[in-house]
């Protein structure tokens, strides 16, 4: 299977910020990679799809890049509602998919 | 509105069976491939198992293959799936998702399952 290294894994920057995830594939995904954001008693909601594409209704200030095996979010002018915790997920055809182990965004 | 609603889930000893529910309403259900995924006590989240939407295709996790077994009921708009043999490690919350373009772009609220003696 394929295995997808996040990190940071704990990330603390303020209101206002801009802060950046990167998403590690053990082996080339093409863009088949999605972001989720997820806060707590809550079901994951989908912000970016194939790499850089985003989900409907969701800020843009949320952007994704990347292909291949390296990724990256970036979520830029952070507002209150951003603080949860975000993981990444590849979903290549040709594999079962598996996502990341996640990234705390905190409150500095 | 696109819903997504399981049920089913509770307490249940190790060697147990739990057979959970997913009642999707809001879309055409037979024209989506649907995904349970789950996700243990302060951990990160597993795809356990997938089916298209005509029953074409299924495919589970190694951790899940031969104990567990997904199923839909296109006419009852309906996705359920089959736990047997259950274990500790199994104890998670469990969503089902609606796969929009291959991803998961909506998920239900989840039902948690506890396995224990």
């Known amino acids: 299977d394929i295995q997808m290294t996040q990190s940071p894994s704990t990330l603390s920057a303020s209101v206002g910020d801009r802060v950046t995830i990167t998403c590690r594939a053990s082996?080339?995904?093409?863009?088949?990679l999605a972001w989720y954001q997820q806060k707590p008693g809550k079901a994951p909601k989908l912000l970016i799809y194939?790499?850089?594409s985003l989900e409907s209704g969701v800020p843009s200030r949320f952007s994704g890049s990347g292909s291949g095996t390296e990724f990256t979010l970036t979520i830029s002018n952070l507002q209150p509602d951003d603080f949860a915790t975000y993981y990444c997920q590849q979903y290549n055809n040709y594999s079962p998919d598996t996502f990341g182990q996640g990234t705390k965004l905190e409150i500095k | 509105e696109v819903q997504l609603v399981e049920s089913g889930g509770g307490l249940v000893q190790p060697g147990g069976s739990l057979r959970l529910s997913c009642a999707a309403s809001g879309f055409t259900f037979s024209r989506y491939n649907m995904n349970w995924v789950r996700q243990a006590p302060g951990k990160g989240l597993e795809w356990i198992s997938y089916?298209?939407?005509?029953?074409?295709?299924?495919y589970y996790a190694d951790s899940v293959k031969g104990r567990f077994t997904i199923s839909r009921d296109n006419a009852k708009n309906s996705l359920y799936l089959q736990m047997n043999s259950l274990r500790d490690e199994d104890t998670a919350v469990y969503y089902c998702?609606?796969?929009?373009?291959?991803?998961?772009?909506?998920w239900g609220q989840g039902t948690l399952v506890t396995v224990s003696s």
């Open positions: 194939k790499a850089s």
């Open positions: 998702t609606r796969d929009g373009g291959d991803v998961g772009d909506y």
């Open positions: 089916i298209g939407s005509s029953n074409s295709s299924i």
């Open positions: 082996q080339s995904i093409s863009s088949w």
